[in-house]
Nanobody, 122 residues
Framework: QVQLVESGGGSVQAGGSLNLSCVASGNTYCMAWFREAPGKEREGVAATTSDGSPSYVDSVKGRFTISRDNAKNTVYLQMNSLKPEDTALYYC???????????????????WGQGTQVTVSS
């Protein structure tokens, strides 16, 4: 069992930035982020692996950057140029295997954190 703890959410105005962090209790191959907005399907956003292969869905490419510190079992999501449509509960996910990222499936989804809220106002 891997436990994940997210932090870094908050409220910002459009165009602002936030940096999410997620610490895992153990080392896993894939670490990724999903988000869920009210009334919408949960969406895979970005993923990375322990050998450093980041991937993004089109809606966040060029604005979000996922990175990882393997020594600390921590994954980060730097979010720039935030838009109101980025408002959602952001979940950290992790697993021992990885598949190509899609918005519906993410890139891994074995273990989930509790989520951290991101609110972007216009």
């Amino acid at each position: 069992q891997v436990q994940l703890v997210e932090s870094g959410g908050g409220s910002v105005q459009a165009g602002g930035s936030l940096n999410l962090s997620c610490v895992a209790s153990g080392n896993t191959y894939c670490m990724a982020w999903f988000r869920e907005a009210p009334g919408k399907e949960r969406e895979g956003v970005a993923a990375t692996t322990s050998d450093g292969s980041p991937s993004y869905v089109d809606s966040v490419k060029g604005r979000f950057t996922i990175s990882r510190d393997n020594a600390k079992n921590t994954v980060y999501l730097q979010m720039n140029s935030l838009k109101p449509e980025d408002t959602a509960l952001y979940y950290c996910v992790s697993d021992f295997f990885h598949y190509p990222l899609t918005s519906t499936m993410g890139a891994c989804n074995g273990y989930w954190g509790q989520g951290t809220q991101v609110t972007v106002s216009s």
